[in-house]
């Protein structure tokens, strides 16, 4: 289809347009538009959809989708990917041609283009082009080459992006020919309907040097035109924000000439009316935005049961060996002791987990725990509300009989309410890497990865971040710092809680200093500032993780982990375990073995009385250092206060510290 057919306007599309170069706050420390605000501001402007396509990433992609579809606006999923100028492989700059330095793009280890997924399997796709990008193509950037592009591109549109983009790069540097035959190349990987030369206007010169070759070559390829705005905050006046975001990114000052800034305040979410008012010389450029929002129809897997496959014996089914394995784990722990009581309750829960369709989820997680028990990986005996599992007990996934200590399975597993299980796994720290091995070994590496987090600018941070970025020194912003109210029980107040703070209100109202620092500091607050690893979460799927989200790795030698933290890893389905590992298992360990050594007595933990009276005369005395889950200053105080004598006592006191019914 050519650009002509491309630009049969409509009486319908005439006032209305979509954004389709859009950076959020996961093109961190660059993106500026909160996913929530800048969705609800679609909304209000009446367009019926919105792009996401942050740099070299989909960390975004799933909170994007969730919130755009709540808030009536239909969700594009994209990505600006970086491109290696020559294999992704090749770790190197490469010289371009005539190019001066201003005009070569990513210093030639990179340049830029604007990938959409269409429908489903081009979401797949873009997965997997975002996931190699990390794992194959990293040299300062997560970088695609267009062998992988072409293996990958069915569902997806491609544009050429911004002025950092190759075709754009080339012709600026006056090399038409390359710049045409690069554009070439795309148009057949892509397809002549599914890639768009993208024009953008903020009336700078890096853009309005290359427009009138990008019109030449629409018409010599026959390729359609795509107006947008490469918008990197919400609001025209959120660009002062974005400006100290950017001195954050780079250690520079506002005062600084030289520093890394957007040449104009142009970058924001502009109204259809705005946006064709700046194309109405191309008013088919604009028409397309809408074109292509019709044809990007695609779905996020949601609450879909993703477990790995079990590999049971022949002639069984997950159900009938999950249920063999426990009623024998349960017989070879209780003999004769497994009372009526017991086996009802072994039945009960065992439909459950049939109904729930979770026998394979108890399946892998005991023969995790077996193969640590195995080779003399110390686990712990189990907590949480996964203590409250007979079917767990059984399986030697937990070391506490419930029904003696009177658990409720329903705090666990509640047929009412289906949900994926959650059972922390505790291994002594020295080995716990190992077991994670065994899971990669057993399901696949390409199944198996650590799980991302997301760190978000607090109300602390952010004021330090604008004080520097303005150019304060560290005392000038540490004194409103300080004045932010220390974490109660791990919750800290933001900003506008801060405002009702005596002391901090008043700093900000008498003191110009401070009142500038907290206004800038309002709109660095809650950004996502850069990704980690969770400390314990581990996902292993069914199928390659690349079939149902994006992965990454940060360096060579570093774990392959998520582009989703772990709430959206749940959501979507996926087996999500805690690998815990416990200094205290492994001191624990220590002391068997010498004590083994050293008097040739060999001490079975699980065999510890747990009425041992000297034991609670030194918890009532607050000696607990070391002791998981009692060592904290809090929970010393309250031992002292409350004098607990069993088992008991301890599982209350452990249960009441918690921020919920501390703060009640």
């Not at 700046?278 to 044809?295: G, H, M, Q, V, W």
Request: proline residues 4%; glycine residues 8%; charged residues 25%.
């Amino acid at each position: 289809m050519s650009s002509e057919d491309f630009s049969a306007s409509r009486a319908s599309t005439q006032d209305s347009f979509v954004h389709l170069h859009v950076h959020t706050e996961y093109s961190m420390l660059d993106g500026a538009a909160r996913v929530g605000d800048l969705v609800q501001e679609v909304a209000r402007q009446e367009m019926p959809a919105i792009a996401m396509t942050d740099h070299g990433n989909v960390f975004g992609a799933f909170d994007f989708y969730k919130q755009a579809t709540k808030a009536g606006v239909k969700p594009i999923i994209g990505i600006e990917a970086y491109v290696a100028p020559e294999s992704r492989f090749d770790k190197k700059r490469v010289q371009w041609a005539d190019g001066g330095e201003d005009d070569v793009s990513g210093g030639g280890a990179y340049t830029h283009m604007t990938i959409l997924a269409e429908n489903n399997v081009g979401l797949a796709n873009l997965y997997k082009l975002s996931s190699l990008a990390s794992l194959e193509g990293y040299y300062y950037k997560p970088r695609m080459d267009r062998e992988l592009i072409s293996r990958h591109a069915d569902g997806l549109i491609a544009t050429t992006g911004c002025p950092g983009g190759e075709i754009q790069t080339r012709l600026r540097m006056g090399n038409y020919k390359e710049a045409l035959r690069a554009a070439s190349d795309y148009r057949d990987i892509f397809g002549a309907n599914n890639f768009f030369l993208e024009l953008m206007d903020h009336q700078i010169e890096i853009e309005t040097r290359v427009k009138d070759d990008l019109l030449k070559l629409a018409k010599e390829l026959k390729l359609p035109l795509l107006a947008t705005n490469d918008l990197h905050y919400t609001r025209h006046e959120d660009a002062a924000a974005h400006a100290a975001l950017l001195c954050v990114q780079s250690g520079s000052t506002l005062a600084d000439p030289k520093r890394f800034k957007f040449d104009n305040d142009e970058f924001y979410l502009k109204t259809p009316a705005q946006m064709r008012e700046l194309f109405k010389d191309i008013p088919e450029s604009c028409d397309n935005t809408l074109l292509i929002a019709e044809r990007c129809n695609v779905t996020l897997r949601e609450n879909e049961n993703l477990l790995p496959a079990f590999g049971v014996p022949e002639g069984e089914t997950e159900d009938s060996w999950l249920r063999k394995e426990s009623v024998r784990g349960l017989l070879e722990k209780m003999g004769d002791k497994a009372t009526e009581e017991y086996r009802t309750r072994l039945q009960y829960e065992l439909d459950v987990m049939a109904k729930m369709g979770f026998p394979g989820y108890f399946l892998v997680v005991a023969d995790l725990v077996g193969h640590a028990k195995k080779v003399g990986i110390r686990v712990g005996p189990g907590r949480g509300s996964a203590a409250g599992s007979l079917v767990a007990y059984s399986l030697g996934i937990t070391g506490l009989d419930p029904i003696e200590h009177g658990l409720l399975f329903e705090r666990f597993l509640n047929p009412e309410r289906i949900s994926m299980p959650d059972i922390d796994l505790d291994f002594d720290d020295r080995h716990r890497d190992e077991v994670i091995d065994y899971a990669r070994s057993k399901y696949g590496s390409d199944h198996v990865a650590h799980i991302c987090t997301f760190n978000k600018t607090g109300a602390r941070q952010s004021i330090r971040d604008a004080a520097r970025a303005l150019g304060y020194d560290f005392a000038g912003g540490d004194v409103v710092a300080k004045l932010v109210p220390p974490p109660v029980l791990g919750i800290s107040k933001n900003l506008s809680e801060c405002m009702e703070v005596e002391e901090f209100k008043q700093l900000y109202d008498k003191d110009s200093d401070a009142k500038t620092i907290v206004d800038t500091a309002f709109g660095l607050e809650g950004l996502v500032r850069q990704t980690g690893i969770h400390a314990a979460g581990i996902v292993i799927s069914r199928d390659a993780l690349t079939e149902y989200l994006p992965i990454m790795r940060k360096g060579v030698d570093n774990p392959i982990i998520t582009q989703w933290d772990m709430g959206r890893v749940e959501q979507c389905g996926l087996l999500k375990i805690d690998f815990l590992g416990l200094r205290n298992l492994g001191v624990i360990d220590s002391c068997i073995k010498l004590v083994h050594k050293r008097k040739g007595e060999l001490i079975d933990v699980d065999k510890i009385p747990l009425d041992d009276a000297k034991t609670y005369d030194e918890l009532c005395k607050g000696n607990c250092a070391g002791v998981f889950q009692l060592e904290s200053s809090g929970m010393r105080q309250l031992m002292m206060q409350l004098q607990p004598r069993n088992v008991e006592d301890i599982m209350a006191l452990i249960s009441l510290y918690r921020p919920g019914p501390m703060g009640s």
